[in-house]
């Protein structure tokens, strides 16, 4: 049975809108030191309008329970989205909202890989309602569903009458969709006619896959010179080694099949000579070997290493170096060995290189990976730092030795040793002060010395930093420090110098935001009392609007937050809605960001499109446009604030709060809080993945995600998939989240550091400063936790700034 990743699908309600006029009013402890407890029960509040407004007409029932499965089919919420569609279809007596109600109980049958239901429901759909909108959607639904148990004659009937009844949108991908379906029966010849078709219609990512599987096509109908002549055509197009070694394998492998083996195995060899970090000149090399094809034995053992297939990597080293030794193949053969868990093996090799190959080209990294591999493979920390030292002495005045003493200095500290530490970090600004690291050597000599409560040395080197800081930010770091030292010895007027200066370097930036907060003896991500999401988004739109039109050349017609005829004529815009109605996220994302990239520099378009963007529910694309305009008007990050509020109410707004704000009440999280992290782990994509497979809103990762789901016994049948579903991604990661809290006694900091990095990391963490959150965050060894601290409390403070109410 065939699989379908079906995303999150249609919200017909404009869901910005939605958020801002249906707003959540919660109201928060603004204790220092409590955690956030609920006073108020959440509920909607309306913004007055300006004007006399009319008596409301109440909305229709069944209206209400279908836009209530429209919000929840939105959120992952299966269940809910179910019982809402089946009720509006009870309710309803209106064919319009009986059919939406129908093809909605369909589309989440369908997410709930209820196939044969769906199919059962959507077949009602197409009977009972042959008038309504939906009708050419359904039938691609329907195919889909089809297309998942295995019927596929059934799904390449339903995705005609989709062309037939939604031609011009995106055929390129349904033909493309419909020639694999008819490869999977045994029909490639038909299959090429409609990859064909995909190829002479409009789409996003350009024909060359579209060419590959027409070879493939060929080749599995019995036309190997047809299927050849295609590959060499991709081959010439390919702008990429990786596609080029692909196309060498698939046409050798065809060439041997026609009996041609020399012609094949000369495709082998040139992908090894000119492509040799690419995974399927690995598989040439190994039929060249195993049909006794002379090949270069270095490169024999480069391609091998690069491949992942160790062992064979060294033995082919070692015949090298047996014949014609080589720096670079001793280097090579040292990481292949560490690859192996030979690690005194692997010191060995790069010693060699950097012992007698002086010139080579490997000399420098020979260096830095034996100084790696006594550090992090063989624990020998002292041999680590000379090493490290000595490669400093080689590159004097080169950022490669600033970046040496800084890596001594790293390890120094870990060890424990902080004065030695602090010898080597001052250094770099002395020996390296025009290198962008001079500022870190010296701000990192002065976190050592306030460590060891030499505050008068820790100032001193604060104020180097100070002379050396190349942004606001840097500054303002220094100025924070400067004041920690002063503060810790009693001299708090001298602190709050410092602080105000450091609050004023850099507005938005962490350090200054915490120095406000210093000044005014606020704990760290303390809330501020009620927060009201309420506004008269009409008039802010208007008055950003009005200052839209002051500052650019605005051309096009009102109203200007709608699209214009050249955006709503686009066809990726066309493309985008509806893949995006058919719940194919991930497509229509490309779509629209297309646009928004190839608009950038028009502010005019960038504001309308941004629209367009909040209506469909892609808020990171409409966050980064509404940016990207502030950035056209010259602001930074700072000037933004003094900005229209609408352009910040939309980058800093409370998606998906209907679902965020109740899990803070729940695991007792402050809600802007938990929208901050939200806002950074995903910037609200619901669908998003990172580099390390972290799913959904708050980035849950699939093994983590297993864990959650066996402790809360939720949700039903859980798989890796529903981390996709905003409503189980939230309920997971506020769990987690609290967890973290609870581990670590209600310290926030070490809260997010765990969340990110893990627990084990922010423990160790933790017993370098476990009473002071400043202190923490300077001891966090790696970039990426510790960049997420900083940005969190920089999006806490301008949630704060827009939406509490420090007296209410």
Excluded at 100 to 126: N, S
């Amino acid at each position: 049975m065939m699989t379908i990743m079906y995303p999150v699908s249609i919200c017909r309600i404009a869901p910005f809108i939605t958020t801002l006029f249906l707003t959540l009013a919660c109201s928060f402890s603004s204790v220092p030191g409590i955690n956030p407890q609920p006073t108020a029960t959440l509920q909607p509040t309306f913004t007055p309008s300006p004007t006399a407004t009319p008596t409301a007409t109440p909305t229709p029932v069944p209206t209400v329970y279908l836009d209530a499965g429209d919000i929840a089919l939105c959120d992952g919420d299966w269940t809910a989205a179910l019982d809402a569609y089946q009720a509006a279809l009870a309710e309803a007596s209106d064919p319009g909202v009986k059919g939406d109600a129908q093809i909605g109980i369909g589309t989440v049958l369908l997410q709930l890989e209820r196939y044969t239901e769906a199919i059962q429901a959507l077949d009602t759909y197409l009977s009972d309602f042959p008038e309504h909108d939906r009708i050419g959607q359904a039938y691609f639904l329907r195919g889909m569903a089809r297309q998942a148990i295995g019927e596929l004659d059934g799904a390449l009937a339903d995705y005609d009458q989709y062309l037939v009844q939604r031609s011009g949108r995106i055929d390129s991908f349904v033909y493309e969709r419909m020639g694999d379906l008819l490869r999977e029966l045994g029909r490639p010849m038909d299959a090429i006619d409609r990859y064909q078709d995909a190829a002479t219609n409009p789409r996003l990512s350009g024909t060359l896959m579209l060419q590959i599987k027409i070879g493939h096509a060929y080749f599995e109908a019995g036309d190997l010179s047809t299927a050849l002549e295609t590959f060499d055509g991709v081959k010439q197009q390919a702008p990429d080694g990786v596609t080029k070694a692909s196309m060498n394998l698939i046409a050798g492998q065809i060439l041997e099949s026609m009996g041609n083996f020399d012609d094949a195995y000369a495709r082998y060899l040139e992908s090894v000579e000119q492509y040799p970090e690419a995974y399927d000149t690995y598989i040439g090399l190994i039929r060249l070997v195993d049909v006794g094809v002379p090949v270069d034995e270095f490169l024999r053992g480069y391609i091998d290493y690069s491949s992942g297939a160790y062992e064979p990597a060294l033995a082919a080293f070692n015949r090298y170096l047996t014949a014609s030794p080589t720096g670079t193949a001793f280097y090579y053969r040292g990481l292949t060995r560490r690859k192996l868990g030979d690690a005194i093996g692997a010191l060995s090799d790069f010693e060699q290189v950097i012992n007698v190959y002086p010139y080579d080209a490997q000399w420098a990294n020979a260096l830095l990976e034996k100084a790696r591999t006594e550090w992090v493979y063989l624990d020998q920390h002292a041999a680590a730092i000379d090493t490290y030292l000595f490669l400093a002495q080689s590159f004097p005045e080169q950022h490669l030795g600033a970046d040496a003493l800084y890596k001594a200095g790293r390890i120094a500290e870990i060890t424990g040793d902080l004065a030695q530490a602090g010898e080597i970090w001052a250094r770099i600004p002395t020996e390296y002060s025009d290198d962008p690291l001079a500022y870190h050597g010296s701000f990192e000599t002065g976190i050592v010395r306030y460590r060891i409560q030499d505050y008068t040395a820790a100032r001193e080197t604060f104020d180097m930093a100070l002379t050396l800081a190349l942004s606001s930010g840097q500054r303002a770091k220094a100025n924070l420090w400067i004041g920690k030292t002063y503060a810790v010895e009693g001299n708090r007027d001298m602190a709050i110098a410092a602080w105000e200066t450091a609050e004023k370097a850099d507005p938005t930036g962490y350090y200054s935001v915490r120095a406000a907060d210093l000044l005014a003896d606020r704990e760290p991500f303390q809330p501020l009392g009620l927060f009201d999401f309420s506004s008269d988004i009409e008039r802010e739109r208007s008055e950003a609007e009005a200052w839209m039109r002051s500052l650019f050349v605005i051309t096009g017609p009102e109203p200007l937050f709608e699209l214009d005829l050249v955006l709503a004529n686009d066809e990726r815009i066309i493309r985008g809605d509806e893949f995006w109605q058919l719940g194919l996220n991930n497509e229509a994302r490309a779509e629209f960001e297309a646009v928004r990239k190839e608009v950038e520099n028009d502010p005019e378009a960038t504001y309308r499109l941004m629209h367009k963007l909040l209506d469909v529910g892609l808020y990171r694309s409409a966050i980064l446009a509404s940016r990207q305009i502030l950035s056209l008007a010259g602001m930074d990050d700072a000037a933004t604030m003094s900005a229209p509020i609408y352009f910040n109410r939309i980058r800093f707004s409370p998606y998906f709060g209907e679902l965020i704000l109740p899990e803070a009440v729940s695991y007792n999280l402050d809600g802007l809080f938990l929208l901050s992290l939200v806002r950074q782990e995903s910037l609200f994509e619901g669908f998003a993945t990172s580099y390390a497979a972290a799913r959904g809103l708050m980035q849950v990762i699939p093994s983590t995600g297993q864990e959650i789901a066996s402790k809360l016994g939720w949700p039903p049948g859980y798989t890796t998939d529903d981390l996709y579903r905003p409503v189980v991604s939230v309920r997971f990661g506020s769990f987690y989240l609290a967890q973290q809290r609870d581990l670590f006694d209600g310290d926030l900091f070490a809260a997010l550091a765990a969340y990110n990095a893990g627990p084990g990391n922010a423990l160790v963490w933790k017993e370098l400063a476990p009473d002071d959150p400043d202190l923490f965050l300077e001891v966090i060894r790696m970039d990426q936790p510790y960049l997420y601290v900083q940005t969190i409390y920089e999006a806490f403070a301008i949630y704060n700034d827009l939406y509490s109410n420090p007296e209410g």
